[in-house]
């Protein structure tokens, strides 16, 4: 199936972006790697009037750490996340991530931006984010704005976003040697998206895990932090943790899974993802 | 409206008006007659159309044609000629490593990126790095064969 | 030179052996020709306008808008195209009591399911041709929708051909032995309802036509990816109204079939039909969307099974009673009763049980067509089989291996029957199985489970015997009334250079075809395998035959071109006689060298061409060379020549996840004389991942409305290169006697097997919890449910 027309603009720089995106604004879409917004137009699921390809704006390219703060730009590839020794070192929760988003030849093109502002409810990258507390950069016609991860995320496809805004980065705080991750998620083959995944940060001092934060996908319309399922974890009680998720997650159903086996999956992940975090420190 | 690009195609710079809906993969196709690159599904899962663009392997029918304009494409008849892959095709000949060989050309992109950036992977490393190319004929295991057997020649050679 | 010399015994031979097939690199460097790669002056494209509903009336359809869109060449509905295409009905008569409707090339007042197209829309590009294909407006009015098999059965259910009288298309009854007595008698009875999925080819080429009328010579070149060229000749030109000889068909390079492309597809008879009327190239290429929602699919089947068993493991009797659903129509021309009609065939076919009960009720649904994909019948046959045989194992505790020592057919009664009336020339199920219990350490594997099971890691082990169809004879189709040829030819000639050329009428899909023929004919000839070449798929060129299909290519389309060879190389050691004053049986040809019976060479095949061709003046007057001989090949001894073998899966299940690991497969295989054991293997391989795809992964997902949930690649799981395991291979080898090379089929063993070999190893796995799966795919959430973790 081939997409239907559209028109295409590459501009060189974001204000130029911005200004074709304010004026063009109900029929134009962002494109950046288009390893989701390509397959969508060629099965004729979406017919914008006019791409904004801003893949030629090389400076939201970039991955960079300061004192305990890690800032990835939007265009920034999955493959540049998969390879950083800077994300390794400072944030491997998105190194270990990153290796379950897609194929190889997606994640050449496809990038943190577009993950994020696609906000795919089974998408490890908006997961980790929440995770990870992360601050989303956006600009617009009205200027910048930060947002926080926990409320860019509003539903299925749908995000914080507004109309004629772009997002141009992600700046990941709170880093620091006490950090501690744990990942993990079920699909059903290698790459697809997945059934049910978790992200999980938090600190450790030597006796127990603190600032945990446990953030689900694929169990609903966006990623999820299971709050009372942290708490509990904190507390050292996983077998409460695990009863806890009930109150936390209100997992959908689909022809994957169905709500209680995705809850089900949600505590067994959890054992998994903590374990990860008991390894590291061992 | 058609746009002009122009880029670099195995080498030989193109200049040609696409419209911005073509895709990269039915670019090279049907206006540069490079019909190595394959189409399977055009909604990025089964790998048949690989190219590489400026030396990272892409889908070409998640890649605009407007969008390669000033880079640089190769695709498995580039590589094939200028004898990057000889070895790997031998690898693939040898081992029955395809059948229909429609997926083949992606097959051998993916697998070359691969032993590009991990020159001694094992078999599971083999099957993860090439999990984003359908083949629905082989079964795979002559694939990971032949990358695995071209991975030690490749060491072997170096040595 | 007698003609009886086994082809094993002549020097230098190339049978047996792993030569590299001589397409490979073409098709390694992406300079193949694929349907899809083609272009002709003034070709155009055709999308299709196709319905969205599973059942409704069409009651009008306004193509003004898409007719004066950009590009656009015709809008052509169902009613028009019906003036120069006729309808077809898909029965056979062999099949008694079969029935279908008339089926059109594009739906003339009704769609029967969702994706049946009902206008056509031909532009100067295919995106053209889609943007006017929206712009079509059909309006339907809603009839009432078949959604499912049990549905299409219930005493009140809407008949979707209301001059059928019912949904039931074929029913097939057999009782054999006294299976009564035998269930009455038994120490032990099993049973379960197995439920297998629709699935789906997915070749990675989707379907592809570019069909050509020139008004000048009133032909038509269709040029398809097609397992079978004859016979898409004979249809087309009659459908068309034409003459065969007013139809070429050609098949360049396949991108893959699987059975997918030896039917006669509804949008491909449009397509060739819209060359006709338009005068002009009309190019076809399904997108994948297309392909889910019309290339044929298969199984979907539920399958009631019990079997006897007495406590020393002897199997009393087996029955069946098993209901399929094959969409509105029979396929045309080969039926959709053929997959229940080989469930009845196959079932409890390795085993000696004589008692044996079956019921086969196949249904019309308002769900996409079905028909015949690799292994057609087989998987649910053996599936239910061995399923079956595992459950009584477990009834009377034992091993899975000792029931089938126990049962199995001894490989010393033969010829021998099975309880279905199945002739088996020669078969070697106890050596298969003894060399597969080898090759895998059984033994070892049950120790590793034990040992893990303590530590609440689930390991199974899961066997499947099988035996499979392969070179059918004209039973299969011919005697119903179709015209699709049992029989191959082989045409093989010198050329002025002393190489050989052979044309062909099998074809080649990747499977190796190429490279059998070149073996073979090489080996027959005497000639070195570099200077022989291998025509296939064109109508106009090469013998009549039948193509690709029930694994034949090699055992049959192999055996036309051995003995075309064979008589080659007399006639050209005719002309060495002359040539060389020397008595023609005491010549031979090797190494493209004639030899005396010192096996000194004597004369090359390219003096011996030189002289036939250019210089006849210097040979005696009486004398006329032949530099070409053909052949033709159709089993007669069998009506098919079955094979066997068994497979065994070793995997891990998740039992919190319900995920399950595939760790290792293994499969030994008896497909007669091997011709090259390399082709052989990666046959069985690529077969057995379809069947390891069918039992864990592929399912067409379809709503109560019959719509289609999954039909795109993301969310219609086919296994990749990380879901797979290794497979280890090993061959038992009993030639048949019917031909002079003796090979048999190998294309749908590894089929047939993986899947049943799949869930008996879950079983095992799970045997600690008494759990009994008998459905595919086996998915996670029906892994959980079994162990009662989900509800
Ligand atoms: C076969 C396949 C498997 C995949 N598997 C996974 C998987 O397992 N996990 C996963 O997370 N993803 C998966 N993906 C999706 C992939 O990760 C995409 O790369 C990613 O979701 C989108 O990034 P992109 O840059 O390609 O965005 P695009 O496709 O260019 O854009 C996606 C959307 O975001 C908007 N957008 C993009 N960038 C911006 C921006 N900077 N500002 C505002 N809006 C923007 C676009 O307008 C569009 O609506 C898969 C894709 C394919 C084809
Ligand atoms: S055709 Fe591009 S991924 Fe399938
Ligand atoms: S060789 Fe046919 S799809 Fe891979």
Redo the contacts with the bound molecule.
């Keep these: 199936m081939k997409s239907a027309a559209f028109d295409y603009v590459r501009p060189g720089t974001l204000e130029q972006a911005l200004q074709i995106l304010s004026e063009r604004a109900e029929g134009a879409?962002?494109?950046?790697?288009?390893?989701?917004?390509?397959?969508?137009l060629n099965l004729r699921l979406?017919a914008p009037e006019l791409l904004v390809d801003?893949g030629g704006l090389a400076q939201?390219r970039y991955i960079e750490e300061g004192a305990d703060a890690l800032r990835i730009g939007?265009?920034t590839?999955?493959v540049d996340v998969e390879r950083s020794e800077i994300v390794a070192r400072r944030c491997p929760l998105l190194s270990r991530a990153i290796a379950?988003?897609?194929?190889p030849a997606?994640?050449n093109?496809?990038?943190?931006?577009?993950?994020?502002?696609?906000?795919?409810p089974?998408?490890?990258?908006?997961a980790c984010m929440l995770a990870l507390d992360a601050v989303i950069h956006?600009a617009g016609p009205g200027g910048e704005r930060r947002i926080a991860a926990r409320d860019f995320f509003q539903g299925v496809?749908e995000t914080a976003?507004r109309p004629g805004?772009?997002?141009?980065g992600v700046e990941i705080g709170g880093l620091g040697p006490d950090r501690t991750y744990g990942f993990a998620e079920l699909?059903r083959r290698r790459?697809?998206?997945?059934i049910v995944g978790l992200a999980l940060a938090a600190r450790r001092s030597s006796t127990a895990l603190s600032d945990v934060r446990l953030a689900f996908f694929g169990v609903a319309d966006r990623p999820v932090l299971a709050r009372a399922a942290a708490s509990a974890l904190g507390a050292g009680d996983m077998s409460a943790a695990r009863a806890a998720l009930a109150t936390d997650l209100k997992p959908v159903s689909d022809a994957q899974a169905s709500s209680a086996m995705r809850l089900h999956l949600a505590g067994v992940l959890l054992e998994r993802a903590f374990n990860e975090t008991l390894e590291a420190s061992a | 409206m058609n746009q002009p690009i122009r880029l670099t195609v195995n080498g030989e710079l193109v200049t040609a008006a696409v419209a911005p809906r073509q895709h990269l993969a039915d670019f090279l196709r049907e206006t540069l007659g490079l019909t190595g690159t394959h189409i399977g599904c055009e909604?990025?899962?089964c790998g048949a159309c690989s190219v590489r663009l400026d030396g990272a392997v892409v889908?070409g029918c998640?890649v605009y044609a407007v969008q390669a304009d000033g880079a640089r494409v190769d695709t498995i008849e580039g590589v094939s000629d200028s004898g990057e892959i000889a070895d790997l095709q031998a690898a693939f000949a040898t081992r029955n490593a395809l059948q229909c060989g429609y997926c083949t050309p992606g097959m051998l992109l993916a697998a070359q990126e691969l032993l590009l950036v991990n020159a001694a992977p094992d078999r599971e490393t083999i099957r993860d790095r090439l999990s984003?190319n359908y083949c629905r004929c082989t079964g795979y295991h002559a694939i990971v064969d032949a990358v695995e057997a071209t991975a030690r020649a490749r060491a072997e050679a170096k040595r | 030179m007698s003609e009886g010399l086994s082809p094993l015994d002549r020097p230098n031979s190339y049978i047996g052996r792993a030569v590299p097939r001589p397409n490979l690199a073409r098709l390694l460097q992406g300079r193949g020709l694929y349907v899809s790669d083609m272009t002709l002056p003034r070709m155009v494209h055709v999308a299709f306008v196709r319905s969205p509903y599973a059942h409704a009336r069409i009651a009008g359809i306004d193509a003004g808008a898409a007719r004066t869109a950009p590009g656009v060449v015709a809008v052509v509905t169902g009613a028009e195209l019906a003036e120069v295409c006729t309808p077809w009905v898909g029965v056979l008569t062999h099949m008694k009591g079969l029935k279908s409707a008339p089926q059109h090339a594009i739906a003339v007042d009704r769609a029967c399911w969702v994706g049946e197209a009902v206008a056509a829309v031909v532009a100067t590009t295919r995106a053209e041709a889609e943007d006017a294909a929206a712009l079509v407006e059909v309006s339907y009015e809603e009839l009432p929708v078949v959604a499912d098999m049990e549905a299409a059965l219930a005493p009140d259910a809407p008949a979707i051909h209301p001059d059928l009288g019912d949904n039931l298309a074929f029913e097939r009854k057999l009782d054999a032995g006294d299976v009564e007595a035998a269930f009455a008698s038994a120490d032990a009875v099993a049973q379960a309802e197995f439920v297998f999925g629709r699935h789906t080819g997915v070749t990675l080429e989707a379907r592809a036509m570019l069909a050509d009328w020139n008004p000048g010579e009133q032909r038509l070149t269709v040029y398809q990816g097609t397992q079978a060229p004859h016979m898409m000749q004979n249809i087309i030109a009659k459908h068309l109204g034409l003459e065969e000889t007013q139809v070429r068909v050609v098949c360049k390079d396949v991108g893959g079939s699987f059975g997918v492309k030896v039917h006669v597809y509804a949008d491909e008879m449009a397509t060739a039909a819209l060359a006709r009327m338009l005068r002009r190239p009309v190019k076809y290429v399904a997108d994948r969307v297309e392909s889910f929602l019309t290339d044929i699919h298969a199984r979907d089947h539920r399958c009631k099974g019990r079997i006897a068993v007495n406590r020393q493991g002897d199997i009393l009797a087996f029955e069946i009673d098993d209901l399929t659903a094959i969409g509105p129509y029979s396929m045309y021309p080969r039926t959709s009763a053929i997959e229940a009609n080989q469930v009845v065939n196959l079932v409890g076919g390795p085993y000696k049980t004589p008692n044996y009960r079956a019921r086969a009720r196949v249904a019309f649904t308002n769900r996409n067509v079905m028909c015949q994909y690799r292994a057609v019948g087989h998987p649910i046959a053996c599936s239910v089989t061995e399923g079956l045989v595992d459950l009584a194992a477990r009834e009377i505790g034992m091993d899975p291996v000792e029931i089938r020592r126990r049962n199995l057919l001894p490989d010393d009664s033969y010829p021998a029957q099975s309880a279905s009336g199945m002739k088996f020339e020669a078969l070697s199920h106890h050596a298969a199985l003894d060399k597969l219990v080898a090759m895998m350490n059984y033994p070892a594997l049950r120790a590793e489970q034990t040992d893990l099971r303590a530590k609440g890691i689930y390991r199974g082990v899961g066997l499947a015997s099988f035996i499979e169809v392969t070179n059918p004879s004209a039973a299969f189709y011919g005697v119903g009334g179709a015209r699709i040829s049992s029989q191959d030819g082989a045409s093989v000639r010198l050329d002025a250079q002393g190489a050989v050329v052979c044309h062909a009428s099998v074809t080649e899909q990747g499977q190796g075809t190429e490279a059998i023929l070149a073996q073979v004919v090489a080996s027959a000839v005497g000639a070195t395998l570099d200077k022989v070449r291998i025509i296939l798929g064109d109508t106009d060129h090469t013998p009549y035959g039948g193509g690709t299909w029930a694994s034949r290519a090699a055992g049959i389309g192999g055996e036309a071109a051995w003995r075309a060879g064979v008589a080659l190389r007399e006639n050209i050691l005719k002309v060495a006689g002359v040539m060389l004053q020397a008595d023609p049986s005491a010549l031979d040809i090797t190494e493209g060298q004639v030899i005396d019976a010192t096996g000194q060479a004597r004369v090359g095949l390219d003096e011996i061409a030189r002289v036939v061709y250019f210089r006849p003046d210097t040979l005696p007057a009486d004398f006329q060379a032949e530099l070409i001989a053909t052949r033709h090949y159709a089993p007669k001894a069998y009506p098919f020549a079955f094979t066997n073998g068994v497979q065994a899966s070793w995997l891990e299940v998740d039992i919190k996840t319900g995920f399950i690991r595939l760790l290792g497969h293994w499969v030994v295989e008896d497909c007669g004389r091997i011709l090259n054991p390399q082709l052989v293997d990666e046959q069985i391989r690529g077969g057995v991942v379809q069947g390891l795809g069918a039992a864990l992964f592929e399912k067409c997902e379809y709503d109560a409305r019959a719509q289609m949930l999954n039909a795109n690649?993301?969310d219609y799981l086919v296994p990749m290169a990380s879901e797979t395991p290794d497979i280890q291979i090993g061959h038992i080898e009993t030639p048949t006697a019917d031909s002079m090379l003796g090979a048999k089929g190998a294309g749908e063993a590894g089929t047939a097997g993986a899947a049943a070999a799949v869930v008996n190893a879950v079983n095992d796995a799970l045997s600690p919890f008494g759990v009994r799966l008998a459905e595919i795919p086996l998915t996670p959430e029906l892994v959980l449910k079994a162990l009662g973790v989900v509800l």
């Design positions: 879409r962002v494109l950046a790697g288009g390893q989701s917004l390509a397959p969508a979406a801003i939201f939007a265009l590839r999955h379950h988003v897609a194929h997606i994640r093109r496809g990038t943190l931006g577009g993950s994020l502002a696609l906000a795919d089974a998408a490890e990258l908006p956006v496809f976003l805004e772009v997002l141009t699909s790459g697809d998206f997945a | 909604h990025g899962v889908r998640l984003g | 690649m993301a």
